[in-house]
């Protein structure tokens, strides 16, 4: 399998910058300028791209109000039934080709998570660069085949799912012409628990798919999302919001503009600070060698006296001869006077050990 996919020309994986989406869902109130600002803030805060929901109420659930429909389990929207969420919560299609246009505009990837056949072909009118599978949607294998066929690249996330559930959407992916496949480890709860975010499954993912794998991120703050790039995630999802204030579906545990921005920047820190394995002084290392400890006079020697503990200490500065040569030098005789303060060279010392011989 491949083991990075590309978007807009950006390539996505292990050994590339962190690909960092901010999502917009329900955030937008249904406002169209609001969603125009989201997409502008989305760029100036650092995304690299916006991701949208193309749904209606109709394409996702019935309007039935009966036990089956309704919230219920201790949810931002319990009591409510899932109708009426969707409706308050879409995004209006005839809006997206027209958000497109603005990314384009700002030189920013939008992209969407479709939830129907229909929206599959919707997208592909506005010729979406790449799609999200979202993690309810994993099981729907008529619907990953259809996002498949389109040979665009793919990312699903993978909240609630098993392994089995995984590959089997992994699988019909494939088989459908899908080359290009990333996951996201997801905890669909909102918002969701740092104890139930099992980031050390990321690392795990990665290596039994063999494929890019990020974090679509649902809980308060961005310290998670920082986390999870330290383990190795190669894509971050986050929602975003102008304010918190503003209430909304989503609001609660979406990011603000700066908060956000702060995000992108201390991601960016941890991609640097992560480099490469590398063992040895590193460039800014080089001038710090000088506080080792190595080998130095410290009582004046004259030629042919023996090195001893009272002449000879490992101490810092780093000029002399390593350490591990103290035991090695102890008992060899010096071949020229040698001042206190000198830091010794093998120069400096006779090339036979005189431990057991008396000088003359």
């Not at 409706?87 to 129907?116: H, R």
């Not at 999200?132 to 619907?143: G, H, Q, T, Y």
């Not at 101490?315 to 060899?332: C, H």
């Amino acid at each position: 399998m491949q083991s990075w996919i590309q978007i807009n020309g950006r390539k996505i994986g292990q050994g590339h910058p962190v690909y960092i989406i901010a999502e917009i869902s329900a955030n937008h109130n249904a406002d169209f300028k609001q969603a125009l600002k989201l997409v502008k803030a989305a760029k100036e805060a650092g995304a690299d791209a916006v991701k949208l929901q193309t749904y209606t109420a109709d394409t996702l659930t019935i309007d039935c109000e009966n036990e089956y429909f309704r919230i219920k389990g201790g949810t931002l929207w319990d009591n409510r039934t899932l109708y009426g969420l969707y409706q308050e919560a879409y995004t209006p299609w005839e809006w997206q080709p027209k958000l497109k246009k603005k990314a384009e505009d700002l030189e920013i990837d939008l992209f969407s998570s479709p939830f129907d056949s229909t929206a599959v072909e919707f997208l592909e009118r506005m010729n979406v660069p790449a799609y999200k599978v979202a993690s309810c949607e994993i099981v729907d294998i008529a619907l990953i085949e259809k996002i498949a066929q389109t040979g665009k690249p793919v990312i699903m996330s993978t909240g609630m799912a098993t392994l089995d559930e995984i590959q089997d959407a992994i699988t019909a992916a494939q088989k459908a012409g899908a080359k290009e496949i990333a996951l996201m480890k997801c905890t669909s709860a909102y918002p969701a628990p740092p104890e139930e975010m099992n980031l050390n499954t990321i690392p795990a993912l990665s290596k039994h798919f063999q494929l890019p794998v990020g974090l679509s991120d649902h809980t308060l703050g961005y310290f998670v999302a920082v986390a999870a790039v330290a383990v190795g995630a190669s894509l971050i999802e986050k929602h975003f919001t102008l304010s918190r204030k503003v209430p909304g579906p989503d609001s609660v545990f979406s990011l603000e503009p700066e908060e956000f921005k702060a995000m992108v920047d201390t991601v960016r820190v941890t991609e640097k600070a992560l480099g490469e394995v590398r063992y040895g002084p590193s460039g800014q290392e080089v001038k710090s060698r000088v506080f080792r400890r190595s080998l130095f006079v410290i009582a004046d020697i004259k030629k042919g006296e023996k090195l001893t503990e009272q002449n000879i200490r490992s101490i810092r500065p780093g000029y002399g001869l390593s350490p591990k040569y103290l035991k090695e030098v102890m008992g060899l005789r010096a071949n020229q006077d040698i001042v206190r303060g000198t830091p010794l060279q093998w120069l400096h010392v006779a090339k036979t050990s005189a431990r057991n011989e008396d000088f003359r």
